[in-house]
């Protein structure tokens, strides 16, 4: 017997299971397959109705539309715009002095090329869209970009009023630096006050896309409608929502979880109440504390006020009033029964 010859039938019922498994396993791709063939043909049904309902008149579709604003670029622009309110905070490498007015220069230019071609966008996009009148778009995105750029250092002077009510008012905070850098209600203001200016400008599209970004990153909702003055600071922020015709004086202070709102309307009034006062007014040296709601356009909260946490305004408040619900009743209770009453 050759050498070996003895293990041929093991050799044979290796291949033999080998093919065995080949043939299960192609089976078993086969079967996938048709699987994934019978899947796929049910999409043709699916994108027919998507298009349908997009063809739909009572459907909301951006269809045969002017482009809109890509928030990309939306965001690139803010980037840009907080560079120049805050120098060599966030330019990525070190800001020199026998380099600012380069720095500077080159910022202006590329956020003017950039920030006008968003407005022009904007205005083209809701002029088509809506069968407005025809305002040269293209010009009167350049202007309108010259005149915010115009506003930037009138806004950084603001917004240092706003970064020194920040430090001033949180023992926690150790520099300016981190105020400026780390602060998500510095981010909310900082943001707000560059919508508004468009806002005011009224450059349609861009400030609600600005605004609603800083509520996506902050957790902080400001309509870039409000008003807002001097040597504003939100303490931790999320959860605050300011409306669109609030109107805030100097010096305010708010904690997270506080709402500046509107009263709820009936569906018939909110076409006649656009535009209106709908909003609470804080005057002057007010500080209202955490998860407190003010609501209304005629609500006015006085200047010096102080308003506790969890309360509900409907109501306006005479200046230098202290509003606080009143202290809860709390039961203590320990493993051997009701505890000493405290």
Same mark, same amino acid.
């Given at each position: 017997?050759?050498?070996?010859?003895?293990?041929?039938?093991?050799?044979?019922?290796?291949?033999?299971?080998?093919?065995?498994?080949?043939?299960?396993?192609?089976?078993?791709?086969?079967?996938?397959?048709?699987?994934?063939?019978?899947?796929?043909?049910?999409?043709?049904?699916?994108?027919?109705?998507?298009?349908?309902?997009?063809?739909?008149?009572?459907?909301?579709?951006?269809?045969?539309?002017?482009?809109?604003?890509?928030?990309?670029?939306?965001?690139?622009?803010?980037?840009?715009?907080?560079?120049?309110?805050?120098?060599?905070?966030?330019?990525?490498?070190?800001?020199?002095?026998?380099?600012?007015?380069?720095?500077?220069?080159?910022?202006?230019?590329?956020?003017?090329?950039?920030?006008?071609?968003?407005?022009?966008?904007?205005?083209?996009?809701?002029?088509?869209?809506?069968?407005?009148?025809?305002?040269?778009?293209?010009?009167?995105?350049?202007?309108?970009?010259?005149?915010?750029?115009?506003?930037?250092?009138?806004?950084?002077?603001?917004?240092?009023?706003?970064?020194?009510?920040?430090?001033?008012?949180?023992?926690?905070?150790?520099?300016?630096?981190?105020?400026?850098?780390?602060?998500?209600?510095?981010?909310?203001?900082?943001?707000?006050?560059?919508?508004?200016?468009?806002?005011?400008?009224?450059?349609?599209?861009?400030?609600?896309?600005?605004?609603?970004?800083?509520?996506?990153?902050?957790?902080?909702?400001?309509?870039?409608?409000?008003? !807002?003055?001097?040597?504003?600071? *939100?303490?931790?922020?999320?959860? =605050?929502?300011? $409306? +669109? #015709?609030?109107?805030?004086?100097?010096?305010?202070?708010?904690?997270?979880?506080?709402?500046?709102?509107?009263?709820?309307?009936?569906?018939?009034?909110?076409?006649?109440?656009?535009?209106?006062?709908?909003?609470?007014? !804080?005057?002057?040296?007010?500080? *209202?504390?955490?998860?407190?709601? =003010?609501?209304? $356009? +005629? #609500?006015?909260?006085?200047?010096?006020?102080?308003?506790?946490?969890?309360?509900?305004?409907?109501?306006?408040?005479?200046?230098?009033?202290?509003?606080?619900?009143?202290?809860?009743?709390?039961?203590?209770?320990?493993?051997?029964?009701?505890?000493?009453?405290?």
């Amino acid at each position: 017997m050759r050498p070996g010859r003895g293990r041929v039938p093991e050799e044979i019922a290796r291949v033999s299971h080998l093919r065995q498994l080949d043939d299960s396993e192609t089976a078993a791709c086969r079967l996938a397959y048709d699987i994934a063939v019978k899947n796929r043909l049910q999409l043709s049904g699916i994108i027919a109705r998507l298009v349908a309902s997009s063809r739909d008149p009572g459907m909301f579709a951006h269809v045969d539309a002017e482009l809109s604003p890509p928030l990309e670029t939306v965001v690139e622009v803010l980037q840009r715009i907080r560079r120049l309110l805050f120098p060599g905070y966030f330019d990525g490498q070190v800001l020199d002095a026998n380099r600012l007015e380069y720095a500077v220069g080159m910022e202006v230019t590329r956020t003017f090329e950039t920030l006008s071609q968003l407005i022009a966008l904007s205005i083209r996009h809701d002029c088509q869209r809506y069968q407005m009148i025809c305002t040269h778009c293209q010009e009167r995105g350049q202007e309108e970009a010259v005149r915010f750029l115009e506003a930037l250092p009138g806004i950084r002077e603001i917004l240092m009023t706003d970064v020194q009510a920040a430090y001033d008012g949180d023992p926690a905070a150790k520099t300016i630096d981190e105020v400026v850098s780390s602060y998500p209600g510095v981010l909310a203001i900082t943001i707000h006050r560059i919508a508004h200016q468009l806002w005011r400008q009224q450059v349609p599209l861009l400030p609600r896309m600005m605004s609603e970004y800083a509520h996506s990153i902050t957790g902080i909702d400001i309509h870039p409608g409000a008003s !807002i003055g001097l040597s504003f600071f *939100i303490d931790h922020g999320t959860g =605050v929502v300011i $409306g +669109e #015709t609030t109107a805030i004086g100097k010096r305010v202070r708010l904690y997270q979880g506080v709402t500046l709102g509107a009263l709820s309307l009936p569906k018939e009034e909110v076409n006649r109440l656009r535009g209106a006062k709908r909003h609470p007014t !804080i005057e002057d040296d007010v500080t *209202i504390y955490s998860a407190a709601t =003010v609501l209304g $356009g +005629e #609500t006015v909260i006085g200047a010096g006020s102080v308003i506790g946490g969890n309360v509900w305004i409907t109501q306006s408040v005479p200046p230098g009033t202290k509003v606080f619900l009143a202290p809860p009743k709390l039961i203590y209770r320990n493993a051997n029964g009701p505890a000493p009453s405290r």
